[in-house]
């Protein structure tokens, strides 16, 4: 999942810092998503879903395309 969500970032051309905000947490703990050392809740995963239009499916890793959310 952490992959997706810096391939998410790197898309859209984010910063870290960004994607903290977006998703109103710290910059430090955005970084530790991304390295995997810190889990995301599924509050995150909507929100994220959401703001990006793609399915939570897609940020988790079960499906390889970012279906459009409708």
Known sequence: MNYRIKDIREDHDLRQKDMAE???T???HYSKIELGKADLDGQKIVLLAK????SADYILGLVNEPKRLK
Do not use: A, L, S
């Open 26 to 28: 710290t910059q430090q």
């Open 22 to 24: 977006i998703m109103k």
């Open 51 to 54: 703001h990006f239009q793609v």
